[in-house]
């Protein structure tokens, strides 16, 4: 079958190298998604393993419609039976751009009726309970009238490790978080520090990855209610990944904040992580003795300054830590923010600058190496 692991703009060459990595063979590359190939050990594999993708997707069919009855038909033909069960549930979610059909309430109505009655049809039923406990999350996503159907088997998006149970004000998504660590250059050799640390993410995640634990170990996922699918398969491949985590006595990772209570919270989230070795300290980064970092991986996720009346103090902000990072010796930077001129605030220019989205902000992934 074909699978489609979807992730935000800008991040689609990461997972198709996550994908690779798990032996899976990758049919396109497409901006916000990579479609590949794979069996239900490979949809298993990549919902435990994928850190930058948001979900992934089982694909039943692509077509064209400019009227509903065309959708209607298209959608219809599909046989849905190989999937769902006369008492299971199908929620339907569509998103339109650029089509004829740009209703997305209107689309999710017509898929619905289309769907209802092929498994009227199919079972012989004149109603449909939709009450077991199985439950498959239909997506329709329409660009330009050409219509993707798909089934979700990830549940929640697969940002949701399942360590973050309280947050900051600003968090950074997990799966953002990964990338950036991915994106740097930064080694159990080399010590990691994240000066604007908030709830912890970039450090766990890097963590994660260096002790070989996959994002996906420690939460459940939309898959395993369906029947068809062999339990026994998710069980073995479960035990392979937890059988393949490294254990480290000493990571090299540091993190700091200025806010005592966010770090308590980032504290949490790592012993929820199983981590009780990462270092977090209250500081703030104009405090810290940059010219002691030597050989040193900076990562992180500052202030933006997108509420009102806190450009100027983001930008002179940004002056001192251009300033601060001057003193340190053989190390790099990566940081995200929103801030386009963030280079000359800073004082240099980035050696590589890597358009990115946090949420629905544009941002911008500047590297200093």
């Known amino acids: 079958m074909q699978l489609i692991a979807t992730c935000a703009f800008g991040l689609e060459k990461l997972v198709y190298d996550e994908i690779k990595a798990l032996g899976l063979w990758v049919i396109k590359n497409e901006d916000g998604r990579v479609t590949f190939e794979g069996d239900e050990e490979a949809l298993i594999k990549a919902n435990l393993w994928l850190r930058c993708a948001d979900r992934v997707l089982i694909k039943i069919d692509e077509f064209e419609a400019k009227t509903f009855d065309e959708l209607f038909d298209q959608t219809n033909q599909l046989e849905w039976e190989k999937y769902i069960e006369a008492n299971d549930a199908f929620p339907i979610k569509a998103t339109s751009v650029k089509s004829a ?6 689309i999710q109505s017509i898929i619905k009726k289309a769907v209802v009655k092929r498994l009227q049809k ?8 939709e009450n077991s406990g199985a439950s498959y999350q239909i997506i329709i996503k329409a660009n330009k009238d050409h219509f993707l ?8 998006s697969l940002h949701k490790r399942g360590y973050r149970t309280r947050a900051n004000l600003a968090p950074i998504k997990e799966t953002l978080a990964a990338a950036m660590v991915k994106l740097s250059d930064w080694t159990l050799e080399k010590t990691l520090i994240d000066p604007f640390c908030g709830s912890g993410t970039i450090g766990i995640e890097a963590a994660l990855m260096a002790c070989n634990i996959a994002p996906g170990l420690n939460r459940t996922f939309a898959f395993q209610r369906w029947p068809w699918l062999i339990k026994e398969n998710f069980i073995k491949i479960h035990n ?4 393949g985590i490294k254990t480290i006595a000493k990571l090299p990772i540091y993190c700091f904040d200025i806010d005592a209570e966010v770090l308590k919270i980032a504290a949490v989230n790592a012993k929820n992580a199983g981590f009780n070795n990462l270092h977090f300290k209250r500081a703030d980064f104009r405090q810290l003795n940059f010219s002691q970092f030597l050989n040193c991986t900076f990562i992180t996720n500052p202030p933006y300054g997108e509420r009102m009346g806190e450009k100027a103090e983001i ?5 001192e830590l ?3 990072f001057a003193k340190t010796k053989n190390s790099s930077l990566f940081l995200i923010t929103s801030h386009e001129n963030f280079p000359t605030l800073f004082g240099y220019k980035a050696n590589k600058n890597r358009k990115l989205f946090n949420g629905h902000i544009r941002c911008y992934l500047y590297s200093y190496f």
């Open 240 to 243: 392979e990944t937890k059988a």
């Open 322 to 324: 251009g300033t601060q």
């Open 122 to 129: 199919q079972y012989k039923l004149e109603t449909l309970a």
């Open 149 to 156: 159907v798909a089934i979700d088997s990830s549940g929640e």
């Open 101 to 106: 059909l740009h209703s997305e309430p209107a």
């Open 315 to 319: 930008e002179n902000m940004y002056r």
